[in-house]
């Protein structure tokens, strides 16, 4: 089992352009999270799937950020129109239904 | 909204010392997790909803669900220990709330 998979680990983007972030959770997992991670904010949850179905997505920012989980293999997180701002690590993880849930080792994004 | 307090902020010690880090919630808890996590590195569960006492080799964990509180112990600490070790609880099926975390820096 390779665990949570998030591609590509680095991405820089120039201001103003778009960012595609991809994870790939473990086989049978039915949850997958998205968290952002940044030094002054800390790790901050973005939105979260079960099932495929969008449960809940309070913490994604209400302009330019998107997820999306068209199957079970893999999730993706789109910003529009980056900005320095953005910059930050990307976490994936996935869980069983009440289990733990087990992190990727995240995509690192930096905006110029 | 929720909180996660975690003391100290960073914590240096002499190897072989041990390392006492503290969690406090701002609500009451159904369940919450320690996670360790090198610079650079990924997120590593260490205790899972660790309610009471539970020890896995050097680390021990103490969480008292009623008065929101969590702790974490490591004992005869080694350098390899060092990194930065983060408190979350459980909130609403899964979405986790973070600590800031604690920078534990262990020194030869």
């Known amino acids: 089992n390779a665990g949570v998979i998030q591609t590509p680990r680095h991405k820089v983007t120039g201001k103003g352009q778009e960012a595609t972030l991809w994870c790939e959770p473990i086989s049978g997992h039915s949850a997958v999270f998205w968290y952002r991670q940044t030094i002054v904010q800390g790790l901050e949850f973005l939105t979260y799937f079960r099932n495929q179905a969008p449960i809940d997505d309070s913490g994604m920012p209400k302009e330019r950020f998107s997820a999306q989980m068209p199957n079970q293999s893999h999730s993706t997180l789109k910003i529009q129109s980056t900005q320095p701002q953005d910059s930050a690590v990307y976490l994936c993880?996935?869980?069983?239904?009440?289990?733990?849930?087990?992190f990727g080792e995240g995509t690192r994004l930096s905006v110029l | 909204g929720q909180q996660v307090q975690q003391s100290p902020t960073s914590l240096v010690l002499q190897e072989g010392e041990n390392a006492e880090l503290q969690c406090n919630f701002s609500t009451s808890l159904n369940s919450m997790q320690w996670f360790y996590q090198r610079p650079g590195g990924s997120l590593i569960s260490v205790f899972y909803?660790?309610?009471g006492t539970k020890q896995s080799g050097r680390l021990t964990s103490t969480t008292v669900i009623k008065e929101r509180r969590s702790s974490l112990h490591i004992s005869s600490s080694q350098i390899t220990d060092s990194g930065t070790y983060l408190c979350?609880?459980?909130?609403?099926?899964?979405?986790?709330?973070f600590g800031q975390g604690t920078k534990l820096s262990i020194k030869p």
């Open positions: 993880a996935s869980s069983l239904a009440d289990q733990a849930p087990l």
């Open positions: 909803n660790p309610s």
């Open positions: 979350a609880m459980n909130y609403n099926q899964g979405k986790l709330i």
